[in-house]
C-alpha cells in the first residue's frame, strides 16, 4: 500500500480490523465517535499502536464531530467541544498520527450573518491546541463540509498562520455542495491541503462510494495534488469492506502518477 495513503476505520472496531490491516498493509485513519473517547483504555491502545507502528504503519485520526463546533457563538458548545478534543488529544498522544482532521463547524444557513464571531472564536479555540498538535509531531486539518467556496476556510488558516494547522480537502463534500470549480478551490487552498479525503458521489448525497463510481473527476484531482499538495496524506473513505477493496484497486492508476 502506498505510504502515503490511509483508510477510515473505525475506533471501535480497530481490534475486530487488525488482522485485514495488518495483512494488507493498511494505513489506518482511526475516527473516534464520543463513545469511543469515553470508553478507550490507555492500556490496550498503547498495545495497539505499538503493534502498529511497529510493523511499519502509519496513522491518522478523524475527531470527532457530532453536536460539537469550535467556533460556537454559544460558550458551553465551544466548553464541550474543548473537552472532547482534550480528550482526543490524549489518544493522540498515544497513536502519534501524521494527521488529526476536524470538523470546522461552520454553516452559512446558521453563521451567514455572524461569520466573523464564529470566525473569531475559531482562531482563538485552534491555538489553545497548536502547542498540543506540536508536542505529539502532528497536523491539525480542518475539513471542508458545507463550505460552497473556500473564503471561510482560507480566513481561519490566514488568521491562525500556523505550518501545524492545515485543510482536509474533501472532494466528495466539495461535489455536494460546490459553487467554484476544483481548480479555483485549489489555486485559494492547494497550499494548505494536508490531507484529502477520497470518495465518490452523484452530487446530491454523501454516499461514500469506491472513486470512479460517481461523478467527480480523479483524473483532475490527482493532478492538482501533484501540482500544489505533492506530500499531502491521502484517505479512503469507504465505509464497508467491500467498498474499500474497490476504491483500493480503483485507486492504483492514479497513485502511479504522484
Avoid at 473537552?83 to 444557513?109: N, T
Avoid at 473569531?120 to 491539525?140: D, H, M, T, V, Y
Wanted: with cysteine; glycine share 6%.
Amino acid at each position: 500500500m502506498n505510504s502515503r495513503l490511509h483508510a477510515h476505520v473505525p475506533y471501535l472496531r480497530l481490534s475486530e480490523s487488525l488482522e485485514y490491516i495488518l495483512e494488507n498493509r493498511i494505513n489506518p485513519e482511526l475516527f473516534f465517535s464520543a463513545e469511543a473517547l469515553d470508553s478507550f483504555i490507555c492500556e490496550k491502545m498503547t498495545a495497539q499502536a505499538r503493534l502498529l507502528h511497529g510493523t511499519g504503519l502509519a496513522t491518522t485520526i478523524h475527531a470527532p464531530f457530532l453536536d460539537l463546533n469550535p467556533g460556537a457563538l454559544d460558550g458551553t458548545i465551544r466548553d464541550a467541544t474543548r473537552k472532547r478534543f482534550q480528550q482526543l488529544f490524549q489518544a493522540a498522544a498515544i497513536l502519534k498520527p501524521r494527521v488529526i482532521v476536524f470538523h470546522p463547524g461552520y454553516d452559512e444557513l446558521r453563521y451567514g450573518d455572524s461569520r466573523m464571531a464564529w470566525l473569531k472564536n475559531s482562531i482563538a479555540f485552534w491555538r489553545e491546541f497548536l502547542p498540543c498538535a506540536k508536542e505529539i509531531g502532528c497536523i491539525i486539518a480542518v475539513e471542508n463540509i458545507f463550505e460552497k467556496e473556500p473564503s471561510t476556510l482560507r480566513g481561519l488558516l490566514e488568521a491562525v498562520d500556523d505550518p501545524s494547522f492545515r485543510h482536509c480537502f474533501d472532494v466528495g463534500h466539495w461535489n455536494m455542495f460546490t459553487t467554484v470549480t476544483m481548480e479555483e478551490w485549489f489555486a485559494e487552498l492547494g497550499p494548505y491541503i494536508a490531507e484529502l479525503h477520497i470518495h465518490d458521489n452523484h452530487g446530491k448525497a454523501d454516499e461514500h462510494l469506491p472513486l470512479g463510481e460517481g461523478l467527480i473527476d480523479f483524473e483532475q484531482l490527482f493532478r492538482l495534488v501533484s501540482r500544489y499538495a505533492p506530500r499531502a496524506v491521502m484517505t479512503i473513505e469507504a465505509h464497508t469492506r467491500e467498498r474499500l477493496e474497490r476504491a483500493l484497486t480503483n485507486v492504483e492508476k492514479y497513485l502511479q502518477t504522484q
